[in-house]
């Protein structure tokens, strides 16, 4: 599985942005899928995991606010990102892995075994 994520850029506080996460493989409806975001001199955090089935999670700096969705004909995974604010600045990763993450798994990146390249939202205040 390789993954493509895409859509990051320079909005303003406020503004909405969607990023996409376009995986190759034929067996990927069965992948749950995970976005992730690393601001400059911070660690690595869940955003929220997306399982095979559509359930969904989110942590709670984004909760209310972000969306993930997937279209699995499309191999897609997508995050909506609306209210954003300058905190959310950040590298945008989309990461996935074929073994469902469980209880305190998903906020592990070691967990997920593929990861896209990072994509940049800057929010300017």
């Known amino acids: 599985v390789q993954l493509q994520a895409s859509g990051g850029g320079l909005v303003q506080t406020g503004d909405s942005l969607r990023l996409s996460c376009a995986a190759s493989?034929?067996?990927?409806?069965?992948?749950?899928v995970a976005w992730f975001r690393q601001a400059p001199g911070k660690e690595r955090e869940l955003l929220g995991v997306?399982?095979?089935?559509?359930?969904?999670y989110y942590t709670d700096p984004v909760k209310g606010r972000f969306t993930i969705s997937r279209d699995n004909a499309e191999n897609t995974v997508y995050l909506q990102m609306n209210s954003l604010k300058p905190e959310d600045t950040a590298d945008y990763y989309c990461?996935?892995?074929?073994?469902?993450?469980?209880?305190?798994?998903?906020?592990?990146?070691?967990?997920?075994?593929?990861w896209g390249q990072g994509t940049q939202v800057t929010v300017s205040s």
């Open positions: 990461a996935a892995d074929r073994n469902p993450p469980y209880g305190s798994q998903k906020f592990k990146p070691s967990h997920y075994t593929y």
């Open positions: 493989g034929y067996d990927f409806v069965n992948y749950a």
């Open positions: 997306t399982w095979r089935h559509g359930n969904t």
